[in-house]
Structure formats: structure tokens, C-alpha cells
């Protein structure tokens, strides 16, 4: 047997979306910010919206590394991981021009600045710290973050 073709009556229940301003007066609960106002307010004050961050800068803040792989990468604390690349990173699309198309043609004095800046921005414990496998390990880094920076310059807006 086929179902019916005529549609069901669904009851319809009224739904009251306002509150009346005597309800949170009445039970004594003060007027405090809504997490509206509070977003908005927020949001007016840092210039950003929800999901939105600014670009990587660099900081001013010193990080302490206190173990170091054996490529010069920092090990401990985890929390000093990821700014290390993103500093790397702020630093040479601040010094280094982006008219260079290869890493390896960027002349050696712009690379010692790089690497001048990157040990001004974090501190290497004495007892594991070997400049060259450390400066390889930065420049490596750097070397990629210029690549990256070309790449979605060229992918964008050439």
C-alpha cells in the first residue's frame, strides 16, 4: 500500500526569541557585558575579526633553546619549535630582496646578517652549541621561507 499523498498537519508552536526586560532585573542579576558586546568590543579595540591573524612580525622577545638536534634544529622546549621557523622566516623577507631567484646567489654578507639577527632573537646553550651546523640549520630555513615568499608572489600576482 502507498502512503498517503497528503501532507501531515504539524502543530505549530510559537517561539518567543526576546526576553522581557523585566526577567533578569526581578532575579537580582546584574546588567554585565553579553558575549556580543564583548566580541564586538574585542574585536574593535585589536582591528580583526574572529579567525583572522596578523602576519608573522619580528619579535623582540629573546627564546632560549635548551637542546639542540644534531642538524642545528631546536629540540626543547617544544614551545620554541615553531617560532624559530616563523622568525627565520620574518627575518629574511625583511633583509633579504626578493630579486634574488635562488638562495645560493644571495651574497654571503646578507646570509651573516640573517644569521646575525637569528642568534640576537634566541639563546643557544653554550655546551651544545656548534655555530656552523646551527647557522646551516637557520639559513636552510631561511633559504625555504625565501623560496616559499617567491613562490606565492609569482603564484598570486604574476
Known amino acids: 500500500m502507498r502512503p498517503s499523498s497528503c501532507p501531515r498537519q504539524v502543530p505549530v508552536v510559537p517561539l518567543c526569541l526576546e526576553f522581557p526586560e523585566e526577567v533578569g532585573e526581578q532575579e537580582g542579576h546584574g546588567s554585565g557585558p553579553t558575549l556580543s558586546t564583548t566580541a564586538k568590543t574585542e574585536s574593535a579595540i585589536s582591528g580583526k575579526k574572529r579567525g583572522q591573524h596578523g602576519r608573522h612580525k619580528v619579535h623582540k622577545k629573546v627564546h632560549a633553546i635548551h637542546k639542540i638536534g ?42 651573516g646578517v640573517v644569521w646575525g639577527e637569528v642568534k640576537r632573537r634566541f639563546k643557544y646553550p653554550e655546551d651544545q652549541f656548534d655555530e656552523d651546523v646551527c647557522k646551516r640549520h637557520a639559513l636552510f630555513i631561511a633559504g625555504k621561507a625565501l623560496h616559499n615568499l617567491r613562490s606565492t608572489l609569482n603564484r598570486n600576482y604574476v
Open 70 to 111: 644534531p642538524h642545528g634544529e631546536p629540540l626543547e622546549p617544544e614551545s620554541v619549535i615553531s617560532p624559530f621557523s616563523n622568525q627565520c622566516s620574518c627575518i629574511v623577507r625583511e633583509h633579504v630582496p626578493i630579486t634574488y631567484s635562488d638562495w645560493r646567489k644571495v651574497p654571503d654578507d646578507l646570509k
